[in-house]
T-cell receptor, first 119, second 109 residues
């Protein structure tokens, strides 16, 4: 149990284009999903927290107009990197949590990550 | 959330027990200790978590000191596949996980 998938696993795009990354919880309902970013040789940094049906809460320094998050269902959240630039190249990882049902309420389960390269 | 301190790297021989320490001296009463690991180019994998009591599952054991200011993750019989970065995180119910630099554990044949 507690499987989280991401699609695509890697993507290469041209500067100025938008890229959408999907995060799905496969065997539980993820009321809350989180998006992280990880640059090479660095640790994970939380970008935003999203609750199903409401607006995402962004961490300080993360541009909400650049990183659009949609959490329209209990099993799917999407992150869209708008007008991507080379400095947005990174490893994007989502996680999911079901706050009301143990053991899924007690921790976050992570997806495999999406590697974005902007040329 | 309370901060944690971990050694930057450790080595362990294959087949031996790997003991990874973590200090969290400012932990508050309602904060859990979580352990995750990240194998290269993958998302973090949940290992175990605990509040006060020692915990054990199929992957590892978590030993928390009585004052809760430190803990140790034990991988009883380390294999080469256990080579990863191990993160010790203190959080209230996984509402927000703050990742530090972790411990890079290398299992040697």
């Amino acid at each position: 149990g507690a499987v989280v998938s991401q699609h695509p696993s890697r993507v290469i795009c041209k500067s100025g284009t938008s890229v959408k990354i999907e995060c799905r919880s496969l065997d539980f309902q993820a009321t809350t999903m989180f998006w992280y970013r990880q640059f090479p040789k660095q640790s994970l940094m939380l970008m935003a927290t999203s609750n199903e049906g409401s607006k995402a809460t962004y961490e300080q320094g993360v541009e909400k107009d650049k990183f659009l998050i949609n959490h329209a269902s209990l099993t799917l959240s999407t992150l869209t990197v708008t007008s991507a630039h080379p400095e947005d190249s990174s490893f994007y990882i989502c996680s999911a949590r079901e706050p009301h049902r143990p053991p899924f309420s007690e921790t976050q389960y992570f997806g495999p990550g999406t590697r974005l390269l902007v040329l | 959330d309370a901060k944690t301190t971990q050694p930057p790297s450790m080595d362990c021989a294959e087949g031996r027990a790997a003991n990874l320490p973590c200090n969290h001296s400012t932990i508050s009463g309602n904060e859990y200790v979580y352990w995750y690991r990240q194998i290269h180019s993958q998302g973090p994998q949940y290992i175990i978590h605990g509040l006060k009591n020692n915990e054990t599952n199929e992957m590892a054991s978590l030993i928390i000191t009585e004052d809760r200011k430190s803990s140790t993750l034990i991988l009883p019989h380390a294999t080469l596949r256990d080579t990863a970065v191990y993160y010790c995180i203190v959080s209230k119910g996984a509402q927000k996980l703050v990742f530090g630099q972790g411990t890079r554990l290398t299992i040697n044949p």
